[in-house]
């Protein structure tokens, strides 16, 4: 199974580039955040013609996340069964017996804001919420748009960024959590290219500079970090006309 994640920052913009890595990579699974899109306008025919059932939960302009599979999906669970809010930020949903978990972690705005505040209670409340689904099911993904940078080598200047947004000691303890549960950052399990990164700002150049941040993370389960044979980021998305300001990130699980 070929597993990857993208932040697609508005699936109405990037359908077509959706639509061209879906036949080009041909992933098996993959998890979309920021699809920005009710339920009733997501792009379902044109994916279903690409080879793909779709499990979805959007919203107008926010938000919204999807599963698309190669597989039937059963079990879907969304709305954010463990933080009952109007934010749809998750998604799970069982694929060829591995249990998939999509999420669009909050950005958080700023350390010591409000939004900061909600961004460590959800991942609290995942944090619960994902016990008792890894007591249900060994082998699980947690895949998404993390918003969190787990350490300094995921950051282009480590010390412009301390205790900013995205790196604050806070987010990095939660991150470390998820890790403390069992899951594996399928990233870390191979050697990797120095300066890897997922997200780049529209501004300043800054992916012709390389002036990245890794925030999105594909989480593996022990029983599924031991197949896992390969996992990387497809940074070629990231340089298309009027692209995403994220990269997909994919792992391989034998």
């Known amino acids: 199974m070929k597993l990857a994640t993208w932040n697609v920052n508005s699936l109405r913009v990037r359908l077509p580039q959706l639509l061209d890595w879906l036949l080009s990579r ?11 899109l009710e339920d009733k306008n997501f792009p379902l025919a044109a994916i279903e013609e690409a080879g793909y059932v779709c499990a979805i939960s959007g919203q107008k302009t926010y938000n919204g996340v999807a599963l698309l599979s190669r597989f039937p999906i059963t079990d879907i669970v969304c709305d954010n069964p463990f933080f009952p809010d109007a934010q749809k930020r998750l998604i799970a949903g069982t694929i060829e017996g591995a249990r998939v978990v999509c999420v669009y972690i909050p950005n958080g705005q700023s350390v010591g804001s409000e939004k900061y505040d909600y961004k460590l209670s959800w991942l609290r409340y995942l944090e619960e919420w994902l016990a008792g689904e890894l007591a249900r099911y060994p082998r ?3 895949a998404g748009d993390f918003n969190i940078a787990p350490e300094d080598r995921d950051i282009h200047d480590p010390a412009a960024w301390k205790g900013q947004i995205l790196c604050s000691d806070s987010e990095r303890r939660a991150f470390h959590r998820l890790l403390d549960m069992g899951l594996k950052d399928s990233f870390r399990l191979f050697e990797q290219p120095a300066n890897s990164f997922s997200w780049w700002d529209y501004r300043m150049s800054s992916f012709r500079k390389n002036l990245g941040i890794r925030i999105d993370h594909i989480l593996l389960s022990h029983d599924l970090a031991r197949r896992c044979s390969e996992s990387g980021i497809d940074r ?8 995403s300001d994220h990269a997909p990130v994919f792992s391989r699980i034998d």
């Open 236 to 243: 070629e998305m990231r340089g298309r006309e009027r692209p």
């Open 26 to 36: 041909r992933p098996d699974v993959v998890c979309l955040q920021e699809t920005k």
């Open 140 to 142: 699980l993904a947690l």
